[in-house]
């Protein structure tokens, strides 16, 4: 079952509980319809006219100019779906130089909570390895130039992987993530 209303002034394209506008779409119906609504368990709908006020033309099936509109808002539905499924380093904007900084600021001001407090308890080592690796992030702009931003990640299990080559965080930091 799928409830369609189209508000044809404004092309908003409602499918179900999901709506959209699609201002740039051509053909855009008539100019004298103001709604078309369609209801498929019923096989009933109505279009409403600008023209004819509260007046309402019954419908038992889908215009093909509506069906188009609602063809182009399912397809651009289906694709956002896509783009979202993908993984968030395939997504658009993740190969640049500025998603890098970001990232690893990130890191950075997770790993100032363990550096900067100087009663923090550590263990044999941490300390030197906790700073070793916060200068690795430091660097990475400037050590990895060559290499393409999209070759930069920073994981979730707060690693970072660079060109294929993951560099671990010491197991301590990670459980307080």
């Not at 093909?64 to 779906?81: L, S, T």
């Not at 044999?124 to 390895?129: A, I």
Request: include cysteine; hydrophobic fraction near 30%; charged fraction near 35%.
């Amino acid at each position: 079952m799928t409830k369609y209303v189209i508000c044809a002034q404004d092309m908003m394209v409602m499918i179900n509980d999901r709506h959209k506008r699609f201002p740039d779409y051509t053909p855009a119906p008539s100019k004298d319809i103001n709604y078309f609504r369609f209801d498929t368990e019923t096989n009933s709908g109505q279009i409403e006219y600008l023209d004819r006020g509260t007046q309402h033309e019954p419908i038992t099936s889908i215009p093909d100019e509506f069906q188009a509109i609602i063809d182009h808002a399912e397809a651009d539905h289906a694709e956002e779906e896509r783009l979202n499924a993908l993984p968030y380093y395939e997504k658009e904007g993740y190969d640049n130089w500025d998603r890098v900084r970001r990232e690893r600021n990130s890191f950075l001001y997770y790993l100032d909570q363990y550096i900067i407090p100087k009663d923090y308890p550590y263990n044999d080592g941490e300390k030197e390895n906790l700073i070793s690796f916060r200068k690795k992030l430091r660097d990475i702009p400037t050590d990895h130039a060559s290499s393409e931003p999209k070759n930069i990640r920073f994981t979730p299990e707060l690693n970072i992987e660079i060109d294929g080559v993951t560099t671990e965080l010491h197991e301590r930091w990670k459980e307080n993530a």
